[in-house]
């Protein structure tokens, strides 16, 4: 598969249950992510629904099927935060370095540039030593697509039996003026969607 043969739109609750088929083996066999228990759908589907609420969560196609995901959250409440976000991204297990991540998190940075949002920060599980749960991939998947380490948290997550590191990595996408405008909702820039 060619990042050429992928679309890329905005997810939705109804996706929820298409979209646990690629994170639940994350959940259940990885430490990618510290959850412990695959959501259900319906617990997905409100977590995609109220990330729509201000950012975007999007899905990429290939041939009627979703092959990966990612949205964006606010980094942290308070008002001065307005314009850092979260992100992240997961693919499907069979569709891993054919370009979907990096066509989706393209799309995200797009879609978060029309919003004004100015920071994407990651947050992302580190091992010390990689083992059959963790690798460093997620951490220089984040390097190549510009991101740079920004901190790091030691054996702050145990899973498996095993603790891991946490690295936080920071990508600016835009000038920091002293009086920034407003980021707008995910919904006023949806038409510009990602390309």
Same mark, same amino acid.
């Given at each position: 598969m060619a990042p050429g043969d992928l679309t890329v739109r905005a997810a939705a609750p109804e996706d929820a249950a298409a979209l646990l088929e690629i994170y639940a083996p994350y959940v259940e066999k990885t430490a990618i992510t510290f959850e412990y228990a695959v959501p259900s759908p319906e617990e997905f589907?409100?977590?995609?629904?109220?990330?729509?609420?201000? %950012?975007?969560y999007l899905a990429a196609e290939a041939e009627g099927?979703?092959? $990966?995901?990612?949205?964006?959250?606010?980094?942290?409440?308070?008002?001065?935060?307005?314009?850092?976000?979260?992100?992240?991204?997961y693919v499907r297990e069979e569709a891993k370095r054919q370009g979907v991540g990096r066509t989706l998190y393209a799309a995200l940075e797009r879609c978060l540039a029309a919003q004004g949002v100015l920071?994407?920060?990651?947050c992302v599980a580190c091992p010390e030593r990689e083992d059959e749960y963790l690798t460093r991939d997620s951490v220089d998947?984040?390097?190549?697509?510009? %991101?740079?380490?920004? $901190?790091?948290?030691r054996q702050c997550g145990c899973k498996f039996g095993r603790w891991y590191n946490m690295v936080w990595m920071e990508k600016h996408i835009g000038l920091h003026p002293a009086d920034p405008p407003p980021v707008k909702p995910f919904s006023e820039v949806l038409r510009l969607g990602p390309a």
């Open positions: 589907a409100g977590r995609i629904a109220r990330t729509l609420e201000r %950012y975007p099927r979703i092959m $990966g995901y990612a949205y964006a959250g606010p980094f942290k409440e308070r008002a001065a935060y307005d314009w850092a976000v979260e992100t992240t991204v920071n994407l920060n990651a998947f984040h390097r190549r697509m510009g %991101y740079r380490l920004a $901190g790091e948290f």
